[in-house]
C-alpha cells in the first residue's frame, strides 16, 4: 500500500452534473459498483487488495432540504462550505460504538473531514477505523466520502487519511 507518482487519477462524479467530479489519486480501489438510489448516485468499492473499503454518496438535496440546510446558513446561495454537508452527515448509526473521534479542515476548504474508530462492536473485536471526506456542489448536491477498514493498522490510517487529504473536486 504505498503512494507513488504512478497513483491512478479516479473521477468519480454525479450523471446529472458534469460540474459535480471528485478526484482521486490512488490505486487502492479498481472497479466501482455505481448505482441510482432514487436522485441520489452511490458508488462502492470493496474489492481492493488493502480490503480498505471505499464508498461515494452524492446526495441531492430536495427543495425543503435546501431550505433548511443551505438557504438557512446561506441565504444568498453564494457558498458550497463543506461544513454544511459535514454538520448533515454528522449523526451515525453507530454513535455508541465509536471512539477517537477527530475533525479537520476548514469551512472555507473543499473538503471537511472526520474520522473515528470502532474498537469494539456489540461484544466482539472489530477494530474498524472510519474516516469521512464531506464536500458540496452548488446548492444542491452534497457528497459523502467514507473509507474504512477492519482489523485497521497505523499504516493503514495513514494511507486512508492521505487518500483523504488528495481529494480534489475537478476545476
Given at each position: 500500500?504505498?503512494?507513488?507518482?504512478?497513483?491512478?487519477?479516479?473521477?468519480?462524479?454525479?450523471?446529472?452534473?458534469?460540474?459535480?467530479?471528485?478526484?482521486?489519486?490512488?490505486?487502492?480501489?479498481?472497479?466501482?459498483?455505481?448505482?441510482?438510489?432514487?436522485?441520489?448516485?452511490?458508488?462502492?468499492?470493496?474489492?481492493?487488495?488493502?480490503?480498505?473499503?471505499?464508498?461515494?454518496?452524492?446526495?441531492?438535496?430536495?427543495?425543503?432540504?435546501?431550505?433548511?440546510?443551505?438557504?438557512?446558513?446561506?441565504?444568498?446561495?453564494?457558498?458550497?462550505?463543506p461544513i454544511i454537508p459535514f454538520t448533515y452527515f454528522?449523526?451515525?448509526?453507530?454513535?455508541?460504538?465509536?471512539?477517537?473521534?477527530?475533525?479537520?479542515?476548514?469551512?472555507?476548504?473543499?473538503?471537511?473531514?472526520?474520522?473515528?474508530?470502532?474498537?469494539?462492536?456489540?461484544?466482539?473485536?472489530?477494530?474498524?477505523?472510519?474516516?469521512?471526506?464531506?464536500?458540496?456542489?452548488?446548492?444542491?448536491?452534497?457528497?459523502?466520502?467514507?473509507?474504512?477498514?477492519?482489523?485497521?493498522?497505523?499504516?493503514?490510517?495513514?494511507?486512508?487519511?492521505?487518500?483523504?487529504?488528495?481529494?480534489?473536486?475537478?476545476?
Amino acid at each position: 500500500m504505498s503512494f507513488s507518482s504512478e497513483d491512478k487519477t479516479v473521477e468519480l462524479s454525479y450523471p446529472k452534473n458534469e460540474a459535480a467530479t471528485i478526484i482521486m489519486k490512488t490505486n487502492l480501489f479498481d472497479k466501482f459498483e455505481k448505482e441510482w438510489r432514487g436522485e441520489d448516485y452511490y458508488y462502492l468499492c470493496e474489492k481492493g487488495e488493502s480490503k480498505i473499503i471505499c464508498s461515494v454518496l452524492f446526495y441531492k438535496l430536495n427543495k425543503d432540504e435546501q431550505k433548511m440546510m443551505v438557504d438557512s446558513f446561506d441565504p444568498e446561495g453564494k457558498t458550497t462550505s463543506p461544513i454544511i454537508p459535514f454538520t448533515y452527515f454528522m449523526n451515525s448509526n453507530l454513535a455508541k460504538y465509536e471512539k477517537n473521534f477527530a475533525k479537520w479542515g476548514e469551512p472555507t476548504d473543499d473538503f471537511m473531514f472526520k474520522q473515528t474508530d470502532i474498537p469494539e462492536f456489540e461484544g466482539q473485536k472489530v477494530n474498524q477505523k472510519n474516516m469521512y471526506a464531506y464536500c458540496m456542489f452548488g446548492k444542491d448536491l452534497f457528497v459523502n466520502i467514507h473509507l474504512s477498514k477492519i482489523n485497521c493498522t497505523k499504516q493503514d490510517s495513514i494511507v486512508m487519511r492521505k487518500v483523504l487529504n488528495d481529494l480534489k473536486k475537478k476545476k
